[in-house]
């Protein structure tokens, strides 16, 4: 299954800034190709719930922190 929804992009860009990393390492690490991270931050393409567990397990952050709708999300 594919996850996308409000705010997810950002709070996935925001964890991957928290660690430091580049689009391009973070991609290494999960299996993918840079410009597949570059999408998924910017909601272009929806994110497989296979590889959303590894991001959270990469950044060590719940899952419920990518999912949770926080205010601003739907404006």
């Known amino acids: 299954m594919r996850i996308s ?5 950002g709070r996935l860009r925001r964890a991957r800034n928290e660690t430091g990393l580049s689009q391009e390492k973070v991609a290494e ?3 993918v190709s840079w410009m597949t991270v570059h999408r ?3 909601v ?5 719930d296979h590889l959303l567990d590894k991001l959270c ?19």
């Open 29 to 31: 690490r999960v299996g």
């Open 40 to 42: 998924w931050e910017r």
């Open 5 to 9: 929804m409000p705010g997810l992009g």
């Open 57 to 75: 397990e990469f950044y060590d952050k719940p899952l419920r922190r990518f999912l949770t709708l926080e205010e601003g999300d739907l404006e």
């Open 44 to 48: 272009k393409k929806a994110t497989p």
